[in-house]
């Protein structure tokens, strides 16, 4: 009966010990992990000997290259990564905008509702709210349109697999 025991222990830990961990690519700004990809994600990315994007399902990761589909895309090839659709941190453009857009519109009929409904007066625009309104609603438009959802690959900005 110990035999037993102490061969199931041996067996066991032997399992454990050989787990390795999952590959992965991942996105690094200077020292810090933006996000990760791992096998079976999709991932749309841009090469540099490329004018498009490409878009697929990672089917394979090694230290020096991934596969999607057919394709094979070396890490010194990518030029930008698209992250629109990944969980991410640091500032987020587009919806601070939309914020933005809502406070402004919200800011402004709200000025509207309280001098016409709770004050009983008939609406003139103040020219503060107006001007504060159209400032937020400006701004916020202004950051729908600049994009941080790129990833583009520079001096700090790298991918590298790891899990190896």
């Known amino acids: 009966m110990d035999c037993k025991n102490v061969i199931l222990f041996c067996f066991l830990s032997a399992g454990i010990f050989s787990v390795e961990a ?3 690519l991942v996105m690094l700004k200077g020292n ?3 996000t990760s990809f791992y096998e079976g994600d999709y991932i749309r990315f841009k090469r540099k000997d490329r004018d498009h994007f490409t878009v697929g399902l990672i089917g394979g990761l090694t ?3 991934f596969r999607t589909g057919q394709d094979t895309t070396y890490l010194y090839q990518l030029e930008k990564v698209d992250l629109s659709e990944r969980e991410k941190g640091g500032f987020q453009t587009r919806q601070i905008g939309a914020m933005l857009i ?3 519109v919200v800011l402004f009929l709200g000025d509207m509702v309280n001098e016409t409904l709770v004050n009983d007066r008939p609406y003139t625009v103040d020219n503060g709210v107006l001007a504060v309104s159209v400032a937020m609603v400006g701004t916020g438009a202004l950051m729908q349109f600049l994009n941080n959802d790129n990833f583009v690959f520079g001096r700090r900005k790298k991918a590298v697999v790891m899990g190896w």
Do not use: C, E
Request: aromatic fraction near 8%.
């Open 32 to 34: 810090k992990i933006i």
């Open 63 to 65: 230290l020096d290259y």
């Open 22 to 24: 999952q590959q992965r």
């Open 102 to 104: 809502v406070s402004g």
